[in-house]
């Protein structure tokens, strides 16, 4: 069955800081794999996404993946974190029928100044 | 994303009673999705539909039924609503007919906060 483990439910950093968000998944085929943020109050904003080709990924914020199948991760980073970057952070993966998406419980980052 | 609203944002409810959630899109997608989300649990689907005809069940789906009116609107219901049915909801939506992989990039809603006393 497919699953998708966020193993860090809460991560604390200070600002200018690097950050690493760990994402394992399970998934028999190719598999389909995102990073959505949430802040609070806010709806579900796509970050990034990976389909094939490049393992490393860029996507908006300044933030990036890197698709790693021998460990089926799909870690998120950032160098340097800004205050603005708090938020709930889910990773998903999307079954290559584009039927269903299957998310992780979540990262919340907070940031300190 | 203001593509895709939800109605209400907030709503209290007693055991129960029926309440309906409902969502729009002015994207143009075919495909719409309602999920749940409970702390700790992340994200989870409750019902998909490709479109107007064709509805399915997600993980979740005791306890709701869903309508999908039009290409655009994707209506859940909870027919006599439960306390452990307290969560935020959210709605979202693709477009199956995106050439590429890009057809299963999800549009997420606001999200509807659901409590139920």
């Known amino acids: 069955a497919q699953s998708v483990t966020q193993p860090d439910i809460h991560i604390t950093v200070s600002e200018g800081a690097s950050l690493e968000l760990r994402c394992n998944y399970s998934?028999?085929?190719?598999?389909?794999l995102f990073w959505y943020v949430q802040s609070p109050g806010q709806g579900l904003q796509l970050l990034l996404k990976y389909f094939s080709g490049d393992t490393l990924v860029q996507g908006i914020k300044g933030f990036e993946a890197e698709f790693k199948r021998s460990q089926s991760s799909f870690n998120l980073r950032k160098p340097s974190v800004h205050w603005s970057d708090a938020a709930e952070y889910f990773c998903a993966v999307g079954e290559n029928t584009g039927n269903q998406f299957y998310f992780g419980t979540g990262t919340s980052l907070t940031v300190i100044p | 994303d203001a593509d895709v609203t939800q109605t209400p944002r907030n709503r209290i409810t007693k055991t129960g009673k029926r309440i309906m959630l409902e969502c729009s899109q002015t994207?143009?997608?075919?495909?719409m999705y309602w999920y749940r989300q409970d702390p700790g649990l992340g994200l989870r689907l409750i019902y998909y539909s490709f479109d107007v005809k064709d509805i399915n069940k997600g993980e979740i789906s005791d306890g709701y039924s869903v309508s999908r009116q039009a290409q655009a609107k994707f209506s859940l219901s909870l027919e006599s609503a439960i306390p452990n049915q307290t969560a935020l909801y959210f709605c979202?939506?693709?477009?199956?007919?995106?050439?590429?992989?890009?057809?299963?990039?999800?549009?997420f809603g606001p999200g509807t906060r659901l409590t139920v006393t």
């Open positions: 998934y028999g085929a190719t598999p389909y």
């Open positions: 994207k143009g997608h075919d495909r």
């Open positions: 979202a939506t693709s477009d199956s007919r995106t050439s590429g992989r890009a057809s299963y990039e999800q549009y």
